[in-house]
């Protein structure tokens, strides 16, 4: 089979899927690319078993049909160095061998059977299901829980992005026992109760290739595997199995105790403070009183210290709570909005933090974060 194909634009879709391929793949195959020629639609995978990528590109230059595997790095490594230019690939099915001829030379790279490369996985017509999304929707959805997920191999359930979906919207959570993140849209009707937890290397790969597309993306799952259809990529990946935790059984309903505070200026003097907290706890200290909070931080060990004042609106009763830095300094540069709205009941119960002024009246964003004892 022949095919001639722009080298920028090969690239950048090479390079897109790329980050699926495994650092210590258990298969040798799937250290390449699977190239299959159709009529003029070029479909390029890559994978690393658990996780599938797939693009596709047009291509109005083409000679026959078949596929082949291309060894990944070493294509990606002659394309970068190529300025924009029409590329000839010419493979020679009976003995694997690829030819790519540019402008000015010619490269010789020994592929494989595309025979070998894994199949995809088969839907289950019981017990699947499928629904549309926006892409916008979906990105978002990701991105504000994306960080909150665990690295836990005891807990694999708390490894990835749980979503919930019905007829009167969606809910993204992720949880690592210290911090959870809830995000909902109202503005999305799945028609029917599912849930589903994404792992989080595809729900990372889905971050990536969602900004790059636009319109609708189409959800179909079972109980193993899930696939994301996109108008120029494709993401199949094998769920986490079991049950994800009652999160909502976690966030506390009264908190007396609301500061309004601007979330740079409070994310900001986290960042000074923090430097001189306990590297073995991390600890910061937020004393409330009258329309002010001070941050502090020490280390008994080199006596060092620091505090801060910052200025926020709060008119209830004193208190002082202790939170990892560490934690606090990531719910912050996740919120998107100027000022951030803390709510508390007391030392021992988990703070809320809620954006003041959401981007619109659909979203509903809340993230939770553990206290730590102030005297440990």
Do not use: W
């Given at each position: 089979?022949?095919f001639?194909?722009?080298?920028?634009?090969?690239?950048?879709?090479l390079?897109a899927?790329?980050?699926?391929i495994?650092?210590k793949?258990?298969?040798?195959?799937?250290?390449?690319?699977?190239?299959?020629?159709?009529?003029?639609?070029?479909?390029?995978?890559?994978?690393?078993?658990?996780?599938?990528?797939?693009?596709?590109?047009?291509?109005?230059?083409?000679?026959?049909?078949?596929?082949?595997?291309?060894?990944?790095k070493?294509l990606?490594?002659?394309?970068?160095?190529?300025?924009?230019?029409p590329?000839?690939?010419?493979?020679?099915?009976?003995s694997?061998?690829?030819?790519?001829?540019?402008?000015?030379?010619?490269?010789?790279?020994?592929?494989?059977?595309?025979?070998?490369?894994?199949?995809l996985?088969?839907?289950k017509?019981e017990?699947?299901?499928?629904?549309?999304?926006?892409?916008?929707a979906?990105?978002?959805?990701?991105?504000?829980?994306?960080?909150?997920?665990?690295?836990?191999?005891?807990?694999p359930?708390?490894?990835?992005v749980?979503?919930?979906a019905?007829?009167?919207?969606?809910?993204?959570?992720?949880?690592?026992?210290?911090?959870?993140?809830?995000?909902?849209?109202?503005?999305?009707?799945?028609?029917?109760?599912?849930s589903?937890?994404?792992?989080?290397?595809?729900?990372?790969?889905?971050?990536?290739?969602?900004?790059?597309?636009?319109?609708?993306?189409?959800?179909?799952?079972?109980?193993?595997?899930?696939?994301?259809?996109?108008?120029?990529?494709?993401?199949?990946?094998?769920?986490?199995?079991?049950?994800?935790?009652?999160?909502?059984?976690?966030?506390?309903n009264?908190?007396?105790?609301?500061?309004?505070?601007?979330?740079?200026?409070?994310?900001?003097?986290?960042?000074?403070?923090?430097?001189?907290?306990?590297?073995?706890?991390?600890l910061?200290k937020?004393?409330?009183?009258?329309?002010?909070?001070?941050?502090?931080?020490?280390?008994?060990d080199?006596?060092?210290?620091?505090?801060?004042?910052?200025k926020?609106?709060?008119?209830?009763?004193?208190?002082?709570?202790g939170?990892?830095s560490?934690?606090?300094?990531?719910?912050?540069?996740?919120?998107?909005?100027?000022?951030v709205?803390?709510?508390l009941?007391?030392?021992?119960?988990?703070?809320?933090?809620?954006?003041?002024?959401?981007?619109?009246?659909?979203?509903d964003?809340?993230?939770?974060?553990?206290?730590?004892?102030?005297?440990?």
């Open positions: 089979m022949k001639v194909v722009s080298s920028t634009e090969l690239l950048d879709h390079q899927i790329s980050r699926v495994s650092s793949n258990t298969l040798p195959i799937l250290d390449n690319f699977l190239f299959d020629l159709k009529g003029n639609d070029l479909e390029i995978t890559a994978s690393d078993l658990e996780s599938t990528l797939i693009t596709r590109l047009h291509i109005e230059n083409t000679e026959g049909e078949g596929s082949i595997a291309i060894p990944a070493r990606l490594d002659t394309l970068k160095e190529f300025p924009e230019q590329l000839t690939f010419d493979i020679d099915s009976s694997m061998s690829v030819s790519i001829s540019s402008e000015n030379g010619k490269y010789n790279v020994a592929g494989y059977s595309g025979a070998d490369f894994p199949r996985p088969v839907l017509p017990g699947s299901f499928a629904f549309t999304i926006d892409s916008p979906l990105l978002t959805g990701i991105s504000r829980t994306l960080f909150a997920t665990a690295d836990d191999e005891l807990r359930v708390m490894g990835g749980y979503i919930e019905s007829g009167d919207g969606i809910t993204f959570v992720a949880s690592d026992a210290h911090k959870l993140v809830r995000y909902r849209r109202s503005d999305f009707s799945a028609g029917e109760e599912l589903f937890i994404l792992p989080k290397k595809p729900a990372s790969l889905l971050k990536n290739i969602l900004p790059r597309e636009e319109g609708a993306v189409k959800v179909e799952c079972d109980e193993k595997n899930a696939f994301f259809e996109l108008a120029g990529y494709k993401v199949v990946c094998r769920l986490v199995e079991g049950n994800y935790p009652n999160y909502n059984s976690v966030i506390p009264d908190n007396p105790r609301k500061i309004a505070v601007d979330r740079l200026d409070l994310y900001n003097a986290l960042k000074r403070v923090s430097v001189y907290s306990s590297q073995a706890s991390n910061v937020l004393q409330l009183n009258a329309n002010q909070m001070v941050v502090s931080a020490q280390d008994l080199f006596s060092i210290s620091a505090y801060e004042r910052v926020c609106r709060y008119d209830g009763e004193d208190m002082e709570i939170f990892k560490l934690f606090l300094i990531e719910i912050l540069a996740n919120l998107a909005s100027q000022e709205q803390v709510e009941a007391d030392p021992g119960r988990a703070g809320l933090f809620l954006p003041a002024d959401g981007d619109s009246d659909a979203e964003l809340l993230m939770l974060l553990m206290p730590m004892m102030i005297n440990a």
